[in-house]
């Protein structure tokens, strides 16, 4: 292993202007040419859909009726897959089979131009998988998620976006997104063989970005549909952050897709691969790119390198590099390196600096004395922006900010220098995180308070009801709850559940059943709590409305949820 200077970071890459004015990767700008919307056809019976979100639509012909995997993000885009397949649909659509649970959320427009109902097929952990996005860790996760797929930065000039690397678009300015998933009523536990609308559909579970992934191999159409092999190099981390992705399990999947060795090769993601030859291709550069990642990884590890060292040092090997399959236009082999090594073995490295470094600020203040003061490293900043070494730039300037809150002139470089990097990537996860940190050093919107987080009535609809109460835990504040000792109980009157928060110096313990002896009780609909929870309603109203009784009355058991940060019922 050689290491390679983060200075010739990015060194080489061409930079272009883009049709939207976007100054950005030229690469990345040309990636947008797989993702722009159209219909695909592989053989005579799959279509998919590209290019009206992050990801597609897939429509089959079966011998009695059609059916349809993946409904998108929300009931709107699911219509323009409905449009986008107008001239294919010439039977009814019998069932909806998911992919996964990330693009499942536009079923009821489905359902609503069907006279019989629908079957609806996934995998057994789609609902605790997407109730655990949007309950303890929801606020994170939502903000994340927001900077990496660009909600704060514009549809035009040099600082928009040319594309999300695997799709055109995540967030739709120009309607709405009305997220509605319907839960599967046919639950794929494991791995099974069935027939649909007389056609036969195999299903493997086998993880991918989501534990609740499952390939759909369609022997009669010689077809895999599958969400494991994406038109960029495989986010193993992701920078909105998610549980650790496996790349082993990943491996697993290709190599199940390999022995099927399907005539068509259809995604999630990007376009169709038809061909043997050429989907034995991709499969295989694919596949030794996860394997190559993780295995490089593991080898540096095992030499007793440095987490950071072994970043500079792990590249792919130049025929997976210049491959086709496996351009790093989503994310970065840098990012998936300390994945892995969190992943493997935590986040300690042996290297005994990491145990207790000193908290940032006050490295910051010693680093600039070590310069020579704030002046010297100002320098030294400007100068490695002017050579195109993005990265100490961003570094140098960082610790002047930190120094002193209020330094113009280094908020002015750091931008200047998180532009740079943004414009000589190409993955589009680095690009929209740096630009939008840049703007708002610039006095755009902070996403960190930009808005006050509150989930999604449907995502608590949607949850086992004393889910949302047991997140509650990650919310409460140790300072305002230092002296509590008390305990409320919720009963949800419809749903023939009970739970209770027990706030006891600090610490918020969930019961998942009755608590003797709770001084305070709330008997709820899942409705009217939903309310609750998402700040549509008081419980004062509630109550007059008759769907919520607090005892010993609304003024008590509104106080205790004062101890917590986004939840305010009265």
């Known amino acids: 292993m050689s290491s390679i200077s983060s200075a010739a970071l990015y060194a080489g890459e061409a930079i272009a202007t883009g049709p939207k004015g976007e100054i950005a990767n030229a690469a990345l700008i040309e990636q947008t040419r797989r993702l722009e919307k159209r219909l695909y056809r592989s053989g005579p019976s799959i279509w998919t859909a590209v290019g009206h979100g992050m ?43 998911y992919s996964h649970s990330h693009y499942a959320h536009g079923t009821p427009s489905w359902q609503a131009r069907q006279k019989e109902p629908l079957e609806i097929w996934g995998h057994a952990s789609m609902a605790r998988i997407m109730t655990d996005t949007a309950t303890e860790v929801g606020p994170a996760y939502t903000r994340r998620a927001r900077v990496q797929f660009s909600y704060y930065l514009p549809d035009d000039g040099p600082d928009a976006m040319p594309n999300q690397g695997i799709g055109l678009t995540f967030f739709h300015r120009d309607r709405p997104t009305t997220r509605r998933h319907v839960p599967p009523d046919h639950i794929v536990h494991e791995e099974c063989t069935v027939r649909i609308a007389g056609t036969t559909v195999h299903f493997v579970p086998a993880p991918s970005d989501s534990d609740d992934t499952v390939i759909i191999h369609l022997p009669e159409h010689d077809a895999v549909v599958n969400n494991h092999l994406w038109p960029a190099l495989f986010n193993i981390y992701t920078l909105r952050g998610e549980a650790y992705r496996d790349p082993l399990g990943l491996i697993d999947g290709l190599d199940r897709i390999r022995g099927m060795d399907p005539e068509h090769l259809v995604g999630a993601h990007g376009p169709p691969i038809s061909g043997r030859a050429r989907v034995r291709e991709a499969l295989a550069d694919y596949r030794d790119s996860i394997q190559f990642l993780w295995d490089q990884t593991v080898r540096g590890i095992n030499a007793g390198l440095p987490m950071e060292e072994i970043v500079a040092r792990v590249r792919l090997p130049k025929h997976l590099a210049e491959s086709p399959w496996v351009r790093p236009h989503y994310g970065e082999a ?166 209770a928060l027990h706030i006891k110096c600090g610490v918020a313990r969930f019961i998942d059943g009755p608590l003797e002896g709770a001084a305070l009780h709330l008997d709820t609909t899942l409705a009217a709590w939903a309310d609750l929870y998402t700040g549509r309603r008081s419980l004062a109203q509630a109550a007059a409305d008759g769907d919520a009784r607090a005892v010993p009355g609304v003024t008590e058991v509104a106080a205790f949820f004062e101890y917590f940060d986004h939840v305010r019922v009265a």
């Open 334 to 499: 840098a990012f998936h390196v300390r994945a892995i090594h969190t992943g493997v073995l935590g986040w300690f490295d042996m290297d005994c600096a990491r145990l207790h470094p000193l908290p940032p600020d006050e490295e910051a203040r010693r680093m600039l004395a070590g310069f020579g003061g704030a002046q010297a490293m100002y320098a030294q900043a400007v100068e490695a922006a002017d050579q195109g070494e993005w990265s100490w730039a961003i570094q140098l300037a960082t610790y002047l900010m930190r120094a002193d809150e209020g330094d113009a002139s280094a908020r002015s470089l750091k931008a200047r220098a998180l532009r740079g990097l943004a414009q000589a990537t190409p993955a589009a996860n680095t690009r929209s995180v740096c630009l939008t940190e840049a703007r708002t050093l610039e006095g755009g919107p902070d996403p960190m308070v930009a808005s006050a987080w509150r989930a999604n009535r449907f995502q608590v609809m949607n949850a086992p009801p004393p889910r949302f109460v047991r997140a509650l835990r990650v919310q409460l504040d140790p300072e305002r709850a230092a002296h509590a000792d008390v305990a409320l109980q919720v009963r949800f009157t419809d749903r023939d559940a009970v739970c």
């Open 55 to 97: 990801s597609n639509a897939i429509l089959i012909d079966a011998p009695e009726g059609m059916l349809v995997v993946d409904t998108g993000e929300g009931l709107e885009e699911a219509q323009e897959h409905i449009d986008a397949f107008a001239g294919a649909l010439t039977k009814p659509v019998r069932a909806v089979l």
